[in-house]
């Protein structure tokens, strides 16, 4: 069975300081890849996502992600963050043109001091 | 606002009594989505459905558990005989024809007490 692994749970930053959120997946098929964002009090929201082409793609609010096949890794990144960063980030994969269901990281839940 | 809406909110109930939620997706969307979350976990996929079919059900947590999408819009979840263990947030979420991404609603918080 597939499985999403988010190796920090709980990350602190100053504004301004650079982020990385790792996210590694189990599967050795063709995956779709997708970053959600759940700022407090709010639902699900995707940030971006990865289908297939240029690995390095870019999403909403200055989000970025590279997709590594060959370490199975969608890690995010962003340049500087800001206070309103602040949320819970997901990572999540499901199988390519299936339709089916997401399978989630534990998430990662992100402070940043203003 | 078209985006995926659930009712209700919050639901608190006793352990043994029944419960039933509602989502309604994003119209025109024919992948309809159920997940639970518990607090400091990922979403946890339930079910789906394409237009009024359940494709996937072997992941509802037991057979407590059951939904439904009879005219293919809107969509139940019931649980019954509910456990302290149920207590959770259920999100639901809905995708178009055609396109992998999932748009999630607010969610339902149950406590069952």
């Known amino acids: 069975a597939q499985s999403v692994s988010q190796h920090n749970h709980h990350v602190i930053l100053s504004e301004a300081a650079s982020l990385e959120l790792g996210c590694n997946y189990s599967y050795g098929g063709t995956v779709n890849l997708f970053w959600y964002v759940q700022y407090p009090g709010q639902h699900l929201q995707l940030l971006l996502k990865y289908f297939s082409g240029d690995p390095l793609v870019k999403g909403i609010k200055g989000f970025e992600a590279e997709f590594i096949k060959s370490k199975f890794s969608f890690n995010l990144r962003k340049p500087s963050v800001q206070w309103s960063d602040t949320a819970e980030y997901f990572c999540?994969?499901?199988?390519?043109?299936?339709?089916?269901?997401?399978?989630f990281g534990g998430g990662t839940r992100l402070m940043v001091k203003p | 606002d078209t985006g995926v809406s659930q009712d209700p909110r919050h639901k608190i109930t006793k352990r043994g009594q029944n419960v039933t939620f509602r989502c309604d997706p994003i119209s025109e969307h024919n992948r309809l989505y159920w997940y639970r979350q518990t607090l400091g976990q990922g979403p946890e996929f339930l079910t789906y459905?394409?237009?009024?079919?359940?494709?996937?059900k072997s992941r509802l947590l037991s057979d407590r558990f059951s939904a439904e999408r009879p005219k293919g819009s809107f969509s139940t979840l019931e649980i019954q005989r509910t456990e302290q263990g149920d207590s959770a947030m259920y999100l639901c979420a809905s995708s178009p024809r055609g396109e992998e991404t999932q748009y999630f609603g607010p969610g339902t918080r149950l406590l069952v007490l």
């Open positions: 459905f394409q237009n009024e079919a359940q494709l996937e």
């Open positions: 999540a994969v499901n199988l390519n043109n299936a339709g089916n269901m997401l399978t």
